[in-house]
């Protein structure tokens, strides 16, 4: 019964379909090349973060390797939002933060962004240094401090989880919002451009932040119930919230 | 043995329960999308469910003089981006199911290795 339902609900909603990234050529040069030496600093800490460890755990690699292919499928999986009529994609990178850190988070978008950018005519490679920063960069950071700071007021994993992944996908488009506004306002005011943007963005992604909030809960919860251990070798959870758990 | 026959009876019930609560969960989405392609004037339109991309990114920069390029491998192309997609979500769905095998793989390795230990 509810796989028919599953069936139906997807039938309804599936649609061909486009996402988002700020595509090929569309920021100038100098604001390019400004993203790039933005993000790729991060991309470098997460590369260094990685090796080590990897180096000090091996079962690190696969956390690593399906979070990678998580990010990747997600953030190229254009979800129709039927409020606004239009397409858009969850990001991933609030769900990756919380469990390998902001910096290897980054990585992670990084790659994914890359193989999307080649492959998929999704984002561009002119853009790939904005897409990261706003992505990467500003989606793991917002996801990893909402997540600890929630943590720290004792707020429950699974809600804290929520809204890490909530504000990571904000952030995202805040984010991509500012990277567009200061490329294209030309001689507009910039405050003014980027609220255009932002409301522009409200009807597609207010409702797609409370299913990445809920997708990050749900990642984060199911390795909570199967692999507790992990979670607390990344500190993401206390060792003793695992006895708790039972 | 009577314990055993109640408990079977109240794991049943309790799974119909389950179902029952899943397919009232569903509804409310079935609804919203009938509802909202019905009066959702951009879910009609000729280029139905358009990305974000041409929504806002694209359409804000157009009307600013900057035009998106070509990709420098345009995929874009017919069915060509279909088979892309697809075979991208085949890949990454394969590899996510591989290392969460590895994953729940580990944990069987930690419980034999604390055995071991115990013994």
């Not at chain 1, 790039?36 to 800490?45: E, G, K």
């Not at chain 1, 990010?71 to 039927?82: L, Y």
């Not at chain 1, 943007?197 to 119930?225: C, D, H, K, S, W």
């Not at chain 2, 088979?83 to 390795?109: D, P």
């Amino acid at each position: 019964m509810v796989k028919l339902f599953t069936c139906i609900t997807l039938l309804l909603v599936a649609a061909p379909a486009q996402a988002m990234h700020i595509s090929e050529g569309i920021l100038p040069l100098p604001w390019a090349v400004a993203w790039y030496a933005l993000a790729l600093p991060f991309v470098a800490l997460g590369i260094r973060r990685l090796n080590t460890l990897a180096k000090e755990d091996l079962s690190f690699k696969p956390l690593v390797g399906l979070l990678a292919a998580v990010v990747f499928i997600i953030s190229c999986m254009p979800v129709p939002v039927p409020t606004a009529g239009t397409c858009s994609h969850p990001c991933g990178t609030g769900m990756a933060a919380i469990l390998l850190g902001p910096y290897v988070s980054s990585l992670v978008a990084a790659v994914a962004l890359l193989l999307q950018a080649l492959f998929l005519s999704h984002g561009g490679i002119s853009t790939w240094g904005a897409n990261i920063f706003s992505m990467g960069v500003i989606g793991s950071l917002a996801g990893y401090f909402t997540f600890k700071g929630l943590r720290a007021m004792g707020v429950p994993l699974g809600l804290a989880a929520f809204f890490a992944g909530l504000q990571a996908d904000w952030a995202t488009y805040l984010a991509t919002s500012v990277e567009l506004a200061s490329g294209i306002r030309g001689s507009e005011p910039f405050l003014l451009l980027l609220e255009k943007i932002l409301l522009a963005f409200v009807p597609t992604q207010l409702p797609l932040g409370i299913l990445e909030g809920a997708m990050t809960a749900g990642m984060v919860m199911l390795l909570y119930r199967k692999r507790p251990d992990i979670l607390v070798k990344m500190r993401v959870i206390t060792a003793g919230e695992v006895q708790g758990n039972g | 043995m009577a314990r055993n026959a109640e408990k079977v009876h109240r794991d049943q019930r309790t799974g119909k329960i389950r179902k029952a609560l899943s397919v009232l969960a569903f509804l409310p989405l079935v609804t919203f999308s009938l509802v909202s392609q019905t009066f959702c004037p951009s879910a009609f339109a000729a280029d139905r469910w358009p990305g974000v991309d041409e929504t806002v990114v694209e359409k804000f920069a157009s009307e600013r003089g900057r035009e998106a390029h070509e990709p420098l491998i345009n995929t874009d192309q017919g069915d060509l981006l279909l088979f892309v997609f697809l075979l991208a979500g085949t890949i990454g769905g394969f590899a996510a199911g591989y290392y969460w095998r590895m994953l729940l793989e580990g944990k069987n390795k930690v419980a034999e290795s604390a055995k071991i230990k115990k013994l």
